[in-house]
């Protein structure tokens, strides 16, 4: 069996996250101690204890999730032994755990990056009223047309491609709200404005970008131990020039996550793995690719029967 290990973006997170898997296995705390350390702060405490309004700030949402898919898949690697695994990818913020899955940079600066991440995609559009939206039920094309016939002039694009029949877009608020409008007109069965603060990998996070790039160009990375699928091409890339450069393209690019399973599964893997808090990939998985298995790490059930 081929399997490939798939981590989580933003909106994963909740309040208590791993708490039953910690009292199994206390390594779990043990690495978000790691990440702690790294941050100055006591981050499992937050993820356990709150306030929710803080776990959902961009700069803390973001270390959250990826330590919490490290902790995940700590364990994982602990209890299968050596697993064999032939892709790992990530959903956006997801690729970056991906990174440290795959031994490109280890944990502590994975957070680092992340945290500043966050906070660079903030910056980028304070005092802007942005927002995104989820846009069921209309081919990716419909969405693309739509987005660019009611732009005039400002940014509104499709920028996650989840599934078939499930489309995101993002921009400022006047043209999303247009889009909306338009999309419904064209035959969307929902359109649903999404709880975010930053509206992710549209032309409004080029700002952020161009700074964030200045910290991974600086950066060491390390040759994947498995190849890794980025969003940006939906293809897997060893080059470590081609990682960091896509790495920057994706905070203002589409995700391309229907297209990447679509490659992964055409490389003969028919196994998933979710590794992360939730079971939002294990569903979008199942849209894509019907025959293909999917567990997720976060249901505590499965872990009876590694």
């Known amino acids: 069996m081929n399997t490939a290990i798939l981590f ?14 910690n009292q199994a296995f206390p390594s779990i705390a043990e690495t978000f101690q790691e990440a702690s350390d790294a941050l100055g702060y006591d981050l499992w405490s937050l993820t356990q204890n709150g306030p929710e309004d803080q776990l959902n700030k961009t700069e803390i949402t973001q270390p959250a999730i990826l330590t919490a898919s490290i902790a995940l898949w700590r364990l994982y690697h602990q209890q299968k032994a050596n697993p064999s695994i032939s892709f ?5 913020l997801g690729e970056y755990s991906a990174l440290v899955a795959a031994g490109v940079i280890g944990l502590q600066d994975g957070v680092k990056l992340v945290q ?20 069921l039920g209309l081919d990716d094309q419909a969405v693309i ?3 660019r016939e009611v732009a005039v002039g400002e940014c ?3 920028v996650n491609f989840n599934c078939p029949g499930q489309v995101v877009i993002a921009g400022v608020e006047p043209a999303v709200e247009r889009a909306i409008v338009a999309l419904k007109e064209k035959g969307a069965k929902r359109a649903l404005k999404l709880a975010v603060s930053v509206p992710s990998h549209c032309a409004l996070m080029k700002p952020a970008a161009e700074k964030l790039a200045e910290h991974i160009g600086a950066m060491s990375f390390n040759k994947p131990s498995t190849p890794i699928v980025q969003n940006v091409g939906a293809r897997s890339v060893d080059d470590l020039a081609e990682l960091k450069d896509n790495l920057i393209k994706q905070l203002f690019s589409p995700v391309l996550w229907t297209q990447s399973v679509q490659y992964i599964s055409e490389k003969g893997v028919d196994s998933y793995v979710e590794c992360g808090p939730g079971k939002v990939l294990a569903g979008l998985v199942k849209k894509i690719d019907r025959a293909a298995s999917i567990q997720s790490l976060s249901d505590a059930e499965v872990w009876n029967a590694l």
């Open 8 to 21: 989580p973006g933003q909106g994963a997170q909740s309040i208590g996250m791993l708490s039953d898997l």
């Open 88 to 92: 790992m990818a990530g959903h956006s």
């Open 116 to 135: 500043l991440r966050g906070q660079l995609m903030q910056k980028s559009v304070e005092g802007q009223a942005t927002a995104m939206a989820a846009i």
């Open 145 to 147: 047309d739509g987005c």
């Open 156 to 158: 509104v694009e499709a």
